[in-house]
């Protein structure tokens, strides 16, 4: 109890120890607090003594509030009027309308040779105008992402939509210098037809992954 009351009256952060609550079937107390603020709280004795409670919530509310406030108002109102990044998260539009912006304006991203790097330029002046030509993603929304029609144009209206990996593979710039410069192999060494659909991104081939993960799962069957 001489603990108790030591702690008693004191102040921790924004709290004042009111009074001590002896918790039912656990050892130790929860301490009834004062905020600064006027709002009365509970809250774990050790929590208030290690300092990990400071107040009823209204201090990390204050500066929540600090932190959006240096976010520049443009950039807040932006966010409030398309409702795609709302509370830090972004949709999956909105980040493939700020990858696509990047890939063509920052020299630092590592794909840039491909895009800005060749002269492939952003032409959408807001989020909102890439959304009104694109629309939002189709389901599954991970498979999809922006595709140029046209592979040497620009991000523009009516030369961007959405695309899977696969459809996208077909309009690659080095899946068409592979054909036009290389012998190209048309099976592979099982003798499965080698196009677009059944190549893996490592070169490998789809079909015989398939059939292998089959044969595995007989083998189990029987063992």
Same mark, same amino acid.
């Given at each position: 109890? =001489?603990? !108790?009351?030591? !702690?008693?009256?004191?102040? /921790? ?10 918790? &039912? +079937? ?5 301490? /009834? ?16 003594? @290690? ?24 950039? @807040? ?20 309308? =700020?990858? &696509? ?16 790097? @060749?002269? !492939? +330029? /952003? ?8 959304? =009104? ?23 523009? &209206? ?11 593979l077909k309009n690659r710039r080095s899946w068409d210098r592979h054909k036009k410069h ?6 592979? +060494? ?34």
């Amino acid at each position: 109890m =001489a603990g !108790i009351k030591l !702690i008693s009256g004191r102040l /921790f952060g924004r709290l004042i120890a009111v009074a001590p609550i002896r918790r &039912a +079937k656990e050892r130790g107390y929860n301490w /009834f607090c004062l905020c600064s603020c006027g709002t009365f709280v509970t809250v774990l004795g050790s929590n208030l003594l @290690r300092g990990r409670t400071k107040s009823c919530g209204c201090l990390n509310r204050e500066k929540a509030s600090q932190s959006i406030k240096r976010i520049p108002l443009s950039k @807040r109102m932006s966010s409030l009027s398309h409702g795609h990044t709302k509370g830090g998260h972004r949709t999956p539009e909105y980040s493939s309308y =700020a990858g &696509a912006k990047k890939r063509c304006n920052n020299s630092n991203t590592p794909n840039y040779a491909d895009y800005g790097g @060749r002269g !492939i +330029k /952003f032409l959408f002046k807001s989020f909102e105008e890439g959304y =009104a030509e694109l629309g939002e993603r189709p389901e599954p929304k991970y498979l999809f992402s922006v595709n140029r029609i046209n592979n040497d144009g620009n991000y523009e &209206a009516g030369n961007v939509e959405w695309a899977t990996n696969e459809e996208q593979l077909k309009n690659r710039r080095s899946w068409d210098r592979h054909k036009k410069h290389t012998k190209v192999k048309t099976c592979c +060494k099982y003798g499965h037809p080698r196009t677009p659909e059944t190549v893996g991104k490592q070169g490998g081939c789809k079909t015989c992954a398939v059939e292998q993960q089959q044969k595995r799962r007989m083998r189990r069957v029987y063992e």
